[in-house]
């Protein structure tokens, strides 16, 4: 079935970009000239998503203001015939139907998604992280969604990190289904270098059914004592009921301060506006290292 919902967590505390983070929701942190969350709903919506629940916390309020109306400024650049800015500001209302929910306490991944179930009722859903944006000719989610409506399993956006990552992130046991599609029997919250089951981890996009559910309010806390999306989704894939799909655009994690540097410059090295004079820059930067 068509996926038309999706869920966007967005409450977590962001203390690896800290100070930045402080008074600003790491959502928010530009890329070239808008938020990382802007990327993330533009992506669900070149998917074909409709209806799209972000899941906030006190400090977040910035987040919904940036997809709602901002009179006295659409007034102004209207009056000063800016149009082109105008469009801009305005369209970001309109994306598509987008809700807000806040998780009182900052339980976890797992505890964030299933704020959303009232919102979800009884469909497959995508869940797209606040802070991971992919960049890429295809949006990642509709990667996923394909996957999801040939095969009618949960799908988890994959890539291979390398061993230093692969014990902060999730660590998958996979096996080979066709192209970039693996089937995932098991995985594991942040695993020692023993004991991870490969270096595919689940980076930032997946479908879920709405069975995930249940098994989160049966799952106990895990990793840091919070409620792991890892530790539900492991049943799912324990069941064998879980794909994952190699996405082909690039993730940037905004979560930490190089993937935000990164993030920057390589949409600053596509961007119109910024792209000639930051190449000049980097190529005379590049000399002096
Ligand atoms: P992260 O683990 O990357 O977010 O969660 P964090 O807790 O902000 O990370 P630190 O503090 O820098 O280590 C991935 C996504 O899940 C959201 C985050 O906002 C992020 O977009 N999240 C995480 C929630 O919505 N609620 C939570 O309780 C935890």
Redesign the pocket.
Same mark, same amino acid.
């Given at each position: 079935m068509k996926i038309t919902k999706a869920i966007i967590? #967005? #409450? !977590?505390? !962001?203390?690896?970009?800290l100070p930045a983070s402080k008074a600003i929701p /790491? %959502?928010m942190l530009p890329i070239v000239d808008k938020p990382a969350i802007q990327y993330i709903v533009e992506e669900a919506v070149a998917a074909g998503i409709t209806d799209i629940l972000i899941?906030t916390n006190r400090g977040k309020g910035a987040i919904e203001d940036h997809f709602d109306h901002s009179i006295e400024l659409e007034n102004m650049l209207e009056f000063k015939n800016k149009d082109k800015q105008l469009e801009e500001i305005t369209s970001v209302c309109n994306l598509a139907n987008i809700y807000f929910l806040r998780?009182k306490e900052? /339980? $976890?991944?797992g505890? #964030?998604v299933l704020r959303a179930k009232q919102f979800v009722g009884n469909e497959s859903f995508a869940v797209l992280? $606040?802070?991971?944006v992919i960049i890429g000719e295809t949006p990642a989610i509709s990667e996923l969604c394909e996957v999801h409506e040939k095969y009618d399993k949960s799908v988890v956006g994959i890539k291979q990190v390398p061993d230093e990552k692969i014990v902060k992130y999730c660590s998958l046991k996979v096996e080979k289904l066709e192209n970039n599609t693996f089937t995932v029997t098991d995985m594991i919250e942040k695993p020692s270098i023993y004991n991870k089951l490969s270096n595919y981890s689940v980076l930032g996009r997946c479908i879920l059914k709405p069975e995930i559910f249940d098994i989160l309010e049966n799952t106990p806390l895990g990793v840091g004592n %919070?409620l792991q999306l890892t530790d539900a989704m492991k049943t799912v894939a324990t069941n064998g009921d879980m794909l994952g799909v190699v996405f082909s655009g690039e993730r940037h994690d905004m !979560?930490n301060k190089f993937g935000f540097l990164k993030a920057n410059i390589d949409v600053g090295l596509t961007h119109p506006e910024t792209k000639d004079e930051l190449m000049a820059y980097i190529r005379e930067l590049a000399k002096e290292l």
């Open positions: 967590p #967005a #409450a !977590g505390l !962001g203390t690896r970009v /790491k %959502e899941i998780q900052t /339980k $976890g991944l505890d #964030a992280y $606040g802070d991971d %919070e !979560g």
